[in-house]
């Protein structure tokens, strides 16, 4: 079914704004999903604060172009459909890893971080961290060890100035009183 120039233009658009807002995006082939997959996979993703975008290939390649994007023919291939990632890429990449390895389907092609072009391996590398938020406790509670370290030290050079001053201070005590 052949679609009026004013929607091509309309869906240029929609892939430069969904493309644009996206923490990453990745490509997939979502041959052998039926409607009820389709729509379960959406709204896994969208739970994780994404969405899943089937496409057109050729109105795709004129957005990527559009937004200075290389454009990676051999991912632009048959049947694509889009994992974009609004909130956090390694919680939309697991969806889109964990499905795919449960049913065997979509595809995975390849992806962008920010404007990056990562690889299948990549992207898969991606899934397997830990959540945004698990990634941020471990990163402030690596800045806090030396920050405790720092203050246990000079504690310690506090404490030994304490106890020197002490030691003195009963000394001048027992010199006054012989």
């Given at each position: 079914?052949a679609?009026s120039?004013?929607e091509k233009?309309?869906r240029?658009?929609l892939?430069?704004?969904?493309?644009s807002?996206?923490q990453?995006v990745?490509?997939?082939?979502?041959?052998?999903?039926?409607t009820?997959?389709?729509t379960?996979?959406?709204?896994?993703l969208?739970?994780?604060?994404?969405?899943f975008?089937?496409v057109?290939?050729n109105?795709?390649?004129?957005a990527?172009?559009?937004?200075?994007?290389p454009?990676?023919?051999?991912?632009l291939?048959g049947?694509?459909a889009?994992g974009?990632a609004y909130q956090?890429?390694t919680?939309?990449?697991?969806?889109?890893?964990k499905?795919?390895?449960?049913?065997?389907?979509?595809?995975?092609k390849?992806?962008f971080?920010?404007s990056k072009?990562?690889?299948?391996?990549e992207?898969?590398?991606?899934?397997k961290?830990?959540?945004?938020?698990v990634?941020?406790?471990?990163?402030?509670?690596?800045l806090?060890s030396?920050?405790?370290g720092l203050?246990n030290?000079?504690?310690g050079?506090?404490?030994?100035?304490?106890y020197?001053l002490?030691?003195?201070?009963?000394?001048l005590?027992g010199?006054?009183?012989?």
């Open positions: 079914m679609i120039k004013e233009v309309r240029v658009a892939y430069k704004e969904s493309i807002k996206s990453g990745i490509f997939t082939d979502y041959r052998g999903m039926n009820a997959q389709l379960e996979l959406r709204e896994q969208k739970e994780a604060g994404g969405t975008m089937v057109k290939n109105l795709l390649r004129i990527l172009k559009e937004l200075g994007f454009v990676p023919d051999d991912i291939k049947p694509v889009l974009l956090d890429i919680q939309t990449a697991k969806n889109i890893v499905y795919s390895d449960e049913f065997g389907f979509p595809t995975i390849g992806g971080l920010g072009l990562i690889t299948i391996e992207i898969q590398a991606l899934a961290l830990p959540p945004r938020e990634l941020l406790a471990q990163l402030v509670s690596g806090q030396p920050i405790y203050v030290v000079l504690s050079i506090i404490r030994s100035l304490m020197v002490q030691a003195r201070a009963r000394q005590e010199q006054s009183q012989a």
